[in-house]
């Protein structure tokens, strides 16, 4: 029981110090008045058994007075304190000849099944109290003996062991209602992974955990691409089943010990310690590992994911929600400029067939204006000619270099230049393998030495 034991044993230790001063006060009382009351040496003897008795109470107060002591021993302090209760009144017993001494142990085997949490603590000053309280009374003269009493030890014991086991039920199903809501309250129910909330408390002790041993943490954040029209176009059902193959991808890309976390939506979160694996790393190996878990198709959802990275160093004053924040924006920019590059303005006039400098010319066709022949496409069976729009042979257009000015078609401004192709011969097509024109197809990778700088 992780959650109850340390609250009910600090909450005995809280109130023991009290009630052993209590008890240890009433003893001292009982030492004085017991001479008056017994002339003689039975009274002296009493008395001496009280001052003992107020000796162990007064004892447990003063050693469980002091929180850590609380912590460690009330348990122990209460089974000693009752064993010397009970045996002061085995021998009260016995020297006053008289059974009725047996309420005292009675009422202490009753606050042994109250007090305590533990089995063998019970066990131990149940037997423990029997074995004194029957060697007192074997110990008596005949006669003076009744079976009335060992009744009354016999239902006394089972109405403690009895408290016990119910008090011990009711902790155990406690303890399981507060492991389960602390649970839930830190994990998202549809992945298994941990939500926001159980990320960033785990987050945080790695954080300080890689701070006193001089390392760095890196957090990485992963936005599922695609989600959205997932969604929309086929239903929630389909997203949750693409948010499950993520958090699977995720447990078998990254490590045991590192922290996994569904942020929120289409959203994931990653903290690792050390510098960790870079975002476009991730990406691929995610790629990888989405293509081969899902069970969807390409017309429903292109596994992909977006990921951005930071990474703080020990001497960095920075908690665990400031580096996922980093890796957020992190995460933005890469996507930002990937999108700014697969897919322009020139690549969607180039898709409808229409030339990207139509405005400067009059919108003429990519057929008639390029050259473009129909039956040069991949899988025509024309390869000598080469799939693709053609230059065409026209001396007309271009007016003087003999070739296209700008990029190619379907080639976006904002991308590294390349030798143009000799007269004549065909462009590379734009929807070939590997083309870094066109966003990647299923299982091929971006081409990310094409990513303009991030945008602000």
Same mark, same amino acid.
């Given at each position: ?42 009274? /002296? ?12 109470? @007064? ?20 089974? @000693? ?100 809501? %602390? ?42 691409? @695609?989600? +959205? ?62 293509? %081969? ?6 017309? /429903? ?5 977006? /990921? ?12 665990? +929600? ?46 008639? &204006? ?41 080639? &976006? ?19 070939? &393998? ?23």
């Amino acid at each position: 029981m992780a959650h109850i034991w340390p609250a009910y044993d600090g909450g005995i230790g809280r109130v023991l110090p009290g009630v052993a001063a209590v008890v240890a006060a009433l003893y001292v009382l009982s030492a004085v008045i017991s001479p008056m009351d017994r002339p003689g040496p039975q009274g /002296v003897a009493i008395s001496v058994l009280a001052a003992f008795c107020a000796l162990v109470a @007064g004892s447990v107060a003063w050693i469980t007075r002091e929180e850590s002591a609380r912590r460690r021993r009330s348990q122990q302090a209460i089974l @000693g304190m009752t064993l010397a209760i009970v045996g002061a009144s085995c021998l009260q017993m016995m020297i006053t000849v008289d059974p009725r001494q047996t309420t005292s142990v009675v009422i202490s085997i009753f606050g042994l099944g109250a007090s305590l949490l533990s089995r063998r603590y019970l066990i131990a000053g149940t037997l423990m109290s029997w074995a004194m309280w029957v060697g007192a009374a074997l110990a008596l003269p005949s006669g003076t003996w009744s079976s009335y009493w060992f009744f009354v030890m016999a239902a006394s014991t089972a109405i403690a062991v009895g408290a016990f086991i119910a008090r011990l039920n009711s902790f155990e199903a406690l303890d399981v209602a507060l492991t389960t809501a %602390e649970r839930l309250s830190g994990e998202d129910p549809l992945t298994g992974l941990a939500n926001r909330r159980g990320a960033l408390i785990a987050g945080e002790r790695l954080v300080a955990e890689a701070r006193r041993s001089n390392e760095g943490v890196t957090c990485l954040f992963i936005d599922v691409d @695609g989600l +959205k029209s997932v969604n929309d176009e086929v239903d929630h059902e389909a997203g949750d089943e693409v948010l499950r193959t993520v958090a699977a991808g995720l447990l078998e890309v990254f490590r045991a010990g590192d922290i996994l976390a569904r942020w929120g939506g289409d959203e994931f979160v990653v903290f690792t310690r050390g510098p960790g694996p870079s975002a476009i790393d991730t990406e691929r190996r995610m790629q990888a590992r989405l293509t %081969e878990l899902t069970s969807l198709s390409d017309d /429903v959802w292109r596994p992909f994911v977006s /990921v951005g990275a930071a990474t703080m160093g020990p001497w960095q004053d920075m908690t665990a +929600k400031d580096l996922s924040n980093m890796a957020d924006q992190d995460m933005i920019a890469r996507r930002t400029a990937r999108r700014g590059s697969s897919m322009t303005a020139d690549l969607r006039d180039r898709d409808r067939g229409r030339d990207p400098r139509a405005s400067d010319r009059g919108g003429r066709d990519y057929p008639e &204006h390029y050259g473009f022949r129909a039956d040069s496409g991949p899988g025509s069976g024309a390869g000598d000619a080469g799939p693709g729009p053609v230059y065409p042979s026209d001396p007309s257009y271009p007016p003087s270099s003999g070739r296209p000015a700008g990029p190619p078609p379907g080639r &976006h401004r904002g991308a590294p230049e390349f030798p143009a192709p000799p007269v004549g011969e065909p462009w590379p097509d734009p929807r070939a &393998h590997n083309s870094p024109y066109l966003p990647p197809a299923r299982g091929q990778w971006p081409n990310t030495d094409d990513l303009p700088p991030a945008r602000a």
